[in-house]
């Protein structure tokens, strides 16, 4: 009976463990991703490995809440594809209120099966520029802007958005408020939602057109919703990736090497210089970067060196400042739609310029100073005879509190202040301390 009844019991368990995972089974899962800043190649990275999730794992929906000033169109293009080629709707969700997605995010929010925003937040702004900051030619100029808005054109028209708002984002750099975009006939975007759970409760038995013409209908009833983050590496290369860090990086790694080469083996400065390069350069292989404003900062940095050993009256140290302000501000808008405040950009350069001429005049002042430690550090001490010294017999004097093997060319007697001339090996050879042709020197210390 015992026995009976322990089998009903585990039969029962599984039937209820079996019944829970139906349950947990048959439940609608939604991925959302967020994203707040840049778009780059680490970005991409991060949106489109969500979308293979997404597929992988038979999810019903994925989210992506974006919140960016723009980024590369390459990036760009490398989400909208994914995003088009997505086995489940993609929702692009403009949030929270007060968020925007400029230039970059309203490209990828027209290449969305869905696009919703927040009250209060805006899009558009997508005109191209170059992605180094450097003044284009005209033509070329108005070729990029033409091939992107009809890169626009086509998606807005695949997704039976307003076509010609679109491609006024482009050409006229025109932005639209959450009402704007709503209201525009056709519309810009599907829905106006103020959360999350509101934007999935909305969609919930709504129909929605895929890109390849396709109708799903969304069963979100119950849905499971899963977060997913970026991973470590993904978090801190993206960081890297944004240009103001990118040219920190490039500042404090020429500081430190600097520091280290007017006073070797200081260690810290070098290695830590050494780092921040490294990391410098591998950013820039994320980001353009502008190679008129980096050879500016390169240039600054050299003309700040040359100030402290040229005399030139502060002229190089002027145009180095300069130098490095402008390449500065050049390098740190290298991506559209990303701008360094000058807040931040001028307390960096003048902190650089005034800590490579203050470090740099104190080093080479220090280099300057005659030695005062080992053989070299002997040469001009006085000391006193302690026994006869000739030129052809060594004596002996006492030299800081030691007894030296010493000879002279002249003779001096035992007790005589004698000034070191040079020294080879042990032996010392001095001079007579009151030497009229050595008078306003240093005198004798005891």
């Not at 119950?222 to 240009?243: K, Y």
């Not at 860090?245 to 500081?255: F, K, P, R």
């Not at 931040?344 to 650089?352: C, E, F, Q, R, S």
């Not at 509190?401 to 090996?425: C, D, F, L």
């Amino acid at each position: 009976m015992a026995r009976l009844i322990s089998w009903a019991a585990v039969w029962a368990f599984l039937v209820l463990a079996t019944g829970l995972a139906q349950a947990q089974a048959s439940r609608p899962v939604v991925l959302v991703a967020e994203l707040d800043g840049i778009i780059h190649p680490i970005s991409a990275e991060y949106l489109t490995d969500v979308v293979d999730r997404g597929d992988t794992s038979g999810a019903a929906l994925v989210v992506f809440i974006l919140r960016t000033p723009g980024g590369l169109l390459e990036s760009t293009q490398t989400i909208v594809s994914r995003m088009i080629t997505s086995r489940a709707p993609v929702v692009v969700f403009v949030a929270p209120s007060g968020a925007r997605a400029a230039s970059a995010g309203f490209v990828i929010a027209m290449g969305a099966d869905v696009v919703a925003m927040a009250p209060g937040t805006h899009m558009g702004a997508a005109h191209p520029v170059s992605g180094t900051g450097e003044t284009t030619d005209p033509t070329v100029s108005e070729k990029a802007a033409s091939d992107a808005a009809a890169y626009v054109r086509a998606l807005a028209e695949a997704r039976k958005r307003n076509v010609m708002l679109a491609e006024e984002a482009v050409l006229k750099s025109r932005a639209f408020t959450d009402v704007e975009a709503r209201q525009a006939s056709p519309p810009l975007i599907d829905l106006v939602a103020p959360n999350l759970e509101a934007l999935l409760a909305q969609l919930d038995h709504r129909t929605v057109a895929r890109f390849d013409g396709r109708a799903v209908t969304l069963s979100l009833a119950d849905a499971e919703v899963r977060h997913i983050e970026m991973t470590w590496r993904q978090r801190f290369l993206g960081g890297l990736a944004h240009p103001q860090i990118a040219y920190l990086l490039l500042t404090l790694g020429m500081l430190g090497l600097t520091v280290e080469l007017w006073n070797p083996g200081s260690i810290f400065p070098g290695v830590a210089g050494g780092l921040c390069l490294l990391l410098a350069f591998f950013a820039f292989q994320i980001v353009p970067v502008n190679t008129a404003g980096l050879l500016l900062v390169i240039f600054g940095m050299a003309l700040l060196i040359l100030e402290i050993k040229v005399p030139s009256f502060g002229v190089l140290g002027f145009g180095g400042t300069l130098s490095l302000l402008i390449g500065s501000i050049m390098m740190t808008r290298s991506v559209p739609g990303v701008a360094s405040s000058l807040r931040v950009i001028l307390p960096v350069v003048i902190a650089t310029a005034g800590i490579v001429l203050f470090l740099g005049r104190l080093a080479l002042k220090a280099q300057r100073q005659p030695p005062v430690t080992g053989k070299e550090g002997l040469v001009g001490a006085v000391g006193r005879t302690r026994t006869d010294v000739n030129p052809d017999r060594p004596g002996q004097i006492d030299l800081r509190g030691e007894i030296w093997r010493a000879v002279s060319r002249t003779p001096i007697a035992a007790g005589h202040p004698v000034r070191v001339r040079s020294n080879e090996g042990l032996t010392l050879l001095v001079e007579p301390a009151d030497d009229p042709s050595r008078k306003g020197e240093d005198a004798w210390k005891a």
